[in-house]
C-alpha cells in the first residue's frame, strides 16, 4: 500500500537552515521508517546561490525567491528559516493561503504575530508549530500543549538566552567584568556582532511571551512585559551573590495570579541548591511549576544549527502526519484575549542593593531609618569593602512590594552621604 | 456541532487512581475546553468499597469487579492503574480485545510484557499509553516518541528511583548511615514498608527498559540488564566522594554502542559539576544524549499521586483524540527484535575502590604491583583514616574494562594484609 509523499520546501539555508537540510537528507530513510511517513525534501529557497549549491540537490529545486517556494502547488509542508518579521510573515501567510503546513523557528514572529498567524491557519484546518521557537532542541512547546493538558501551571521560569548565560557563567567561573565575558563570548561564538538583543534581555523576552501564550493560554502584548538586561551586572555583584549563597542569572519569569499575569525578564540572584543555578554556559533550561504535576524542568542545548533542527524536524514529523491522514490536527491553541496583566511594581521581591557611601558615622543610621519608615525590612546588611574613601554597603531585603522598594531607595538616594547608580537586583523567590 | 462523548473506565482507586479521579473530576471543564473534546468518566472499578464510596459519582458507576469495567461496552478508554503483572495484563488485553484504547502507569507490566500489547494494540487498531510508567509526572516518553523523533539517542541516563534518590541525598546532606537515611524516607512516607524493588534496583531497571526501548527502538530483555542496588553504600563512601567532588546516585544508564545496547543500574558517582549532580530529595531526571540535540535533561517529581496524575490524563487526552477522530494514532513505537547486548564486563569505567590493610611497609607497594600487571592504571590513592588497627585505603582508577578490574581485584584481595569485602563503585564516564 503506497503512502501519500509529503513534500517538504524549507526556506533560508543559515545556520538552522543548513542543519535542518543536513539532518533531513542524511536521516530521511530513519525519520520515514520510525513515523511510517514517506517525507521528501522537494524544493530549497534561498537568496544566497553559494548556499544552494552545498546541497546535494538538483538545480530545479533550489529557488532564490522563496515566494516561488510558497505558491508551489507540489509542496505539502513550508519550513521557515529566515527570522524576522518580513518577509517572514508574509511568505507563511501566503503559504497557509495556499494550503500548506507551516514549521517555524521564528521566535519574534510567533512571540508577536502568532495569534493572527494561528487564526489564520485555523480557518485553513492548518496548523503552524513552532517547537524550535524557544529552548532550540529542548522539547518545551509540546510537553506544554500536550503532557501538562490537563494541569493548572503556576509559574514558568526560564533561562532562555544562551549568550547572557554564558557571559553570566564566564563572569561567576573566571572572574570577568562584563566586558570582558562578552567578548569572550564572542569569539566563542556564543554572541553575535550586535548583542543587544541578547544582553539586553529582548530575547528573552519574545520566549517567554511565546511560553506564558502556551501555559496560561492567553494572549500576550509585548509592552506589557518587564525587561531588563544583564550590562549592569559587575564582577562585584557576583561575588556578593556567591557570599549569600546565590548564583546571577538573567531570568524570564511568567506567572499566573489572581489578579492577572505578570511577566518579566531581569537578573536575578538564585540560591545555588536551585536545579536552575547549575544550568551554565550556552545551556537554557525553563522550570515550570503546576499545581498537580509540582515542579518540572527541560534542559539542553537553547541555540546551535542541531539541536535546533532537531525540534524543526519534530515538528516536520507532526506536519506531516497531519497531511498523511495519522492525525487531524485540530489542536490549534487558543490564546484567550482581554488578558490582564500585573506590572511589576506590584510584585513583591527580596532585593540585593549595593551603592557606596561616605564612610562616617550616622550613615548606617541615616538609611536605615529611611527603609523602615517605608516600611522595607532589612535582611542582611554587608558593610566589608572600601572603594577608595568610600564605603560600600550591600543590603538584602525582606519580601516587599517593588514600589514601596522603589520609594524607599529614592528616599535613600537623596541623602547627601550617599552616593548615585546604586546597585540593584532581585532575588527569586 | 455535538462531539462525540468518550467514556473513561478507571481501575484501581490507590494513590494515583485517587488523584486521578479528583483531577478528573475537579478540571473536566477545563481539560475538555483546551483539548475540544467532551470526556466523561463513567465508571470506576476497585476491589475496595470504602474508596469507590469517596467518589462523588452515583453506586451504578462504581465497580468491585474491574472485568466487568472492561468488558462494557459503552466504555471507551480503559485506564488501569493496579500495578503488577495480574490481573491487570488480562485486563488491559481484554482492553484491547473489546476495542478500548489504554492508559496505564505499569511500568513491571510494560517493561516486561509491552511488547505483547502493543503488538495486540496495533492489530486492534488501538494504542497503549504509559506517559505515566516512567518519571512519574515528568514528560518523558511523549518527547521520546515524538521530539527527538529525528535524532539517534546515544545514551539514556536517569536518576530513575525516588526512594533511593532520597536516601542517598539524606545521607550526602545529612551524614546519615544508610539504615538510618532507609528510615527516615520510611517516616516520609518516600519508602515502602518493603523497599527492596527500590533499594535494589529493580524499580529503577524497569524504568529504564521502557526508556532504552523507545530510545534505540529494540525489545529489551530483563535477564540482560545488569542491576546493582545501594545497599552497600556507606557513609564513608559518601565522603569520600565528597573529596573527590562527586556524589553518588543510583544511575540507570542506557547506551547504544556499535557492538550493541548495553544497559546498567547501579550507584555511580558523578562530578558536583554534572546537571544530575544536583537532582536531590526525592526528584527523578533522565539526561539523553543526541547525535544532533546534544545533552537534554528533564527533571521533576517522579512519583507522587497528582504528578503522577498529569501524565496519566495527558495520556487520556491523547487516547480521547484518537476516539474523537482528532488523530488515528498509527504511531504505536515498534520495537525490532534481536536486540545485541554488551554485557557489563565489557564496558570500562573508572572505579572507585575502597578496603582495609594491615598498616605496614610493602603493602602499598604489594596491591600497586598486582594492579600494575593487569594493565589497571590509578588516578589517586588516598591513606589517611584508620579503621582499629588497619589502614583504610581508596583508590581511583583511570578507565579500565569491567572484566580487567574484576579480575585485579580478585588478585589484590588474595594478599594476606588486605582485609576482604571491598567497597566499589563505578565513576561516571
Do not use: W
Not at 509529503?6 to 542543519?19: D, E, F, P, Q, R
Not at 501566503?94 to 512571540?111: Q, R
Not at 553575535?192 to 541578547?198: K, L, N
Not at 538584602?396 to 522603589?406: G, K, N, P, Q, Y
Amino acid at each position: 500500500m503506497g503512502k501519500r509523499t509529503v513534500k517538504v520546501g524549507l526556506i533560508g539555508m543559515g545556520t538552522i537552515g543548513g542543519s535542518v537540510a543536513g539532518l533531513l537528507l542524511h536521516n530521511l530513510d530513519r525519520i520515514n521508517a520510525k513515523s511510517d511517513l514517506d517525507l521528501v525534501l522537494e524544493r530549497v529557497a534561498d537568496r544566497d546561490e553559494g548556499k544552494l549549491k552545498s546541497l546535494a540537490l538538483p538545480a530545479e529545486k533550489l529557488l532564490a525567491d522563496a515566494f516561488e517556494l510558497v505558491r508551489d502547488p507540489q509542496i505539502d509542508i513550508v519550513i521557515e528559516l529566515i527570522g524576522g518579521i518580513e518577509p517572514a510573515r508574509s511568505l507563511i501567510k501566503e503559504a497557509l493561503e495556499n494550503g500548506k503546513f507551516v514549521v517555524t523557528a521564528n521566535k519574534d514572529l510567533i512571540a508577536t504575530h502568532g495569534e493572527e498567524l494561528l487564526e489564520l491557519a485555523r480557518r485553513k484546518n492548518l496548523n503552524i508549530f513552532y517547537e524550535a521557537s524557544v529552548g532550540g532542541g529542548i522539547p518545551l512547546i509540546r510537553p506544554l500543549k500536550y503532557s501538562l493538558i490537563a494541569d493548572r501551571l503556576k509559574r514558568v521560569v526560564g533561562i532562555l538566552n544562551g549568550t547572557t548565560n554564558y557571559i553570566l557563567t564566564c563572569m561567576s567561573q573566571e572572574g570577568l567584568g562584563f566586558e570582558e565575558a562578552l567578548a569572550l563570548a564572542r569569539e566563542n561564538g556564543f554572541a553575535e556582532a550586535d548583542p543587544s538583543s541578547d544582553v539586553e534581555g529582548r530575547d528573552a523576552s519574545y520566549k517567554l511571551m511565546i511560553l506564558a501564550g502556551l501555559a496560561f493560554g492567553k494572549v500576550i502584548d509585548p509592552a506589557r512585559v518587564y525587561v531588563e538586561g544583564i550590562t549592569g551586572i559587575t564582577a562585584g555583584d557576583i561575588n556578593y551573590a556567591r557570599e549569600i549563597d546565590c548564583v546571577i542569572k538573567l531570568l524570564a519569569i511568567g506567572e499566573e495570579l489572581p489578579e492577572g499575569i505578570a511577566l518579566r525578564v531581569h537578573p536575578a540572584m538564585i540560591p545555588h541548591s536551585h536545579p536552575l543555578a547549575s544550568v551554565n554556559n550556552e545551556f537554557n533550561a525553563v522550570f515550570i511549576e503546576g499545581e498537580a504535576v509540582g515542579d518540572v524542568m527541560f534542559y539542553g542545548r537553547g541555540a546551535g544549527g542541531n539541536p535546533t533542527a532537531t525540534a524543526v524536524l519534530s515538528d516536520l514529523v507532526e506536519a506531516a502526519r497531519c497531511i498523511s491522514g495519522q492525525s487531524v490536527c485540530s489542536m490549534v491553541e487558543k490564546h484567550a484575549p482581554g488578558t490582564k496583566y500585573v506590572p511589576i511594581e506590584q510584585l513583591s521581591s527580596r532585593f540585593y542593593l549595593r551603592f557606596l557611601a561616605e564612610d562616617r558615622p550616622g550613615v548606617l543610621a541615616a538609611f536605615s531609618k529611611v527603609f523602615g519608615d517605608h516600611l522595607v525590612s532589612l535582611d542582611m546588611v554587608i558593610q566589608k569593602r572600601r572603594v577608595e574613601e568610600l564605603a560600600e554597603i550591600v543590603l538584602v531585603t525582606h519580601l516587599v512590594r517593588e514600589d514601596a522598594f522603589r520609594k524607599a531607595l529614592d528616599q535613600v538616594m537623596k541623602l547627601e552621604m550617599i552616593r548615585p547608580n546604586p546597585s540593584t537586583i532581585r532575588l527569586m523567590v
